[in-house]
């Protein structure tokens, strides 16, 4: 684990951080548009709220003191063929990419996910053209069916970012005991 990444519960203090990366057309370039302020304002309060009431979710990423994005668990809260399922993400400020900060939150993340929530599968899903997305996917273990690949129901129809492909991967087995 890098000890430098830490997952955390959202302050008050991470909305300015929080608001420029959802504000940066590069790392919104796959959503289908940039948040406002008061739209990130109300994104860290619900991200908050997950946390609070479920006690796992999508953390605050901080780097050395700073924010560097978020990176965790969540329930998609639309239907399709994969889902009730849970989702593990990130996203991160632009200063952060390329330093292998994405990769440990996530084995955080997914730590959690198998041994402390057992979970028994994980899945990943992004816009079809994020390559970035998809090499971490890949990276972090997950693989993918394209049978599994799907029109994203909150895209609007005919959108470039409508075709989503799905990773999963499987908790993996435990070892038997050494007797």
């Not at 997950?50 to 700073?66: M, R, Y």
């Not at 069916?145 to 470039?160: I, M, Q, R």
């Amino acid at each position: 684990m890098d000890d430098r990444v830490i997952l955390r519960q959202w302050r008050d203090s991470d909305l300015k951080g929080l608001a420029e990366m959802n504000a940066d057309p590069e790392v919104m370039r796959f959503f289908t548009k940039p948040l406002s302020l008061g739209e990130s304002a109300v994104l860290l309060e619900s991200l908050r709220a997950v946390i609070e009431s479920k006690g796992w979710g999508l953390w605050a990423v901080e780097v050395d003191g700073g924010l560097a994005g978020f990176t965790g668990l969540w329930e998609p809260a639309f239907t399709a063929h994969f889902t009730p399922c849970i989702e593990i993400g990130w996203r991160l400020r632009k200063e952060y990419w390329g330093r292998g900060i994405a990769y440990a939150a996530a084995l955080q993340a997914e730590a959690y996910a198998f041994e402390v929530l057992r979970l028994r599968e994980l899945v990943s899903m992004t816009a079809e053209v994020n390559a970035r997305s998809r090499r971490l996917m890949e990276r972090l273990g997950f693989r993918r069916d394209p049978a599994d690949d799907f029109l994203h129901p909150k895209v609007e129809e005919g959108h470039p970012l409508q075709k989503h492909v799905l990773y999963s991967k499987a908790r993996p087995a435990c070892p038997p005991p050494v007797i």
